[in-house]
């Protein structure tokens, strides 16, 4: 497994030490590495492989081995907002006695694990809920409404940064956590993209009754004609030299092969479709 450091954070803890909120910072960097631990430990329980921790602005972030089973990876991701609220709880008794008071590590568990709760992605709340839509609507088409999700609650909290900041009470960390979710937006497409192009390739497969195959350009018609099954209906990703050269559902296939023949290469088709789109 590897440790990898960003950068950033370095950043992060200078301007936690200029506002005076260092203490804060480095109590929740260790609430969020007990998170981590936690999926940790069940990730290994479970049998499967970790990647690597990342320890990035807003605490730390623990990546495996794709899970293919969703009550396992339904545990994996649970495990965390679990952890942080029995440790929560833990600590609120010692308190309540008088035996420990470390109310900043005990808040800074409290906030990770309600934050982890919000269905937005890359949060666990947000990967619990893509889990469950991927079951139901498929691997891309629950990708794409987690993804209208997460705009949404990314907007709702933006609302309350807006409102805190009119009334004069903006907290640095709620900047730090709506800052997380936006850029962190941009590396979840990368790995959505890594996703398709996987499903599409046919290395994952496909829930739903949509099936998504890619063949390289140089292939024919019959190609996909060949793969046509009255259970599910396809659309077919065509790639050129790596990069995606266009799509050929299955209502248009008969027009194209008795236009062009079943030995029309893919690429080809694309390029007469665009000159004839009355072929589809």
């Given amino acids: ?21 260092e203490c804060e910072l480095l109590w929740g960097y260790a609430a969020a590495l007990l998170h981590e631990c936690a999926h940790l430990a069940m990730c290994i329980h479970l049998g499967h492989t970790p990647k690597q921790i990342t320890l990035g602005v807003c605490g730390m972030n623990l990546e495996i081995q794709s899970v293919s089973d969703i009550k396992e990876r339904m545990m994996i991701l649970a495990s965390g907002p679990a952890s942080s609220f029995l440790m929560f709880g833990a600590l609120f008794l010692l308190r309540s006695f008088s035996l420990v008071n470390l109310s900043v590590f005990e808040f800074a568990n409290l906030c990770i694990g309600i934050a982890n709760l919000f269905p937005a992605m890359p949060l666990d709340g947000g990967a619990m809920l893509k889990c469950a839509l991927i079951s139901r609507f498929g691997i891309i088409n629950g990708a794409k409404l987690m993804h209208r999700i997460t705009h949404l609650i990314t907007a709702l909290i933006f609302c309350i940064f807006l409102l ?32 398709k192009k996987l499903v599409l390739s046919g290395q994952i497969p496909h829930s739903g009754k949509l099936k998504y195959l890619a063949l390289d350009s140089g292939k024919e018609l019959l190609d996909i004609a060949s793969r046509i099954s009255p259970s599910y209906y396809i659309i077919t990703a065509v790639f050129a030299d790596g990069r995606f050269a266009g799509e050929i559902s299955q209502s248009e296939l008969s027009a194209a092969i008795k236009s062009f023949g079943a030995s029309c290469k893919l690429g080809e088709y694309l390029e007469l479709r665009k000159l004839q789109p009355q072929v589809y």
């Fill in 164 to 195: 805190m900041a009119s009334a004069d009470m903006l907290n640095p960390f709620l900047i730090m956590f709506l800052a997380f979710l936006i850029f962190s937006h941009k590396d979840e497409q990368r790995r959505e993209l890594i996703s």
């Fill in 1 to 21: 497994m590897i440790l990898k450091f960003k950068k950033s954070t370095i950043a992060m803890v200078f301007a936690a030490a200029l506002l005076g909120k």
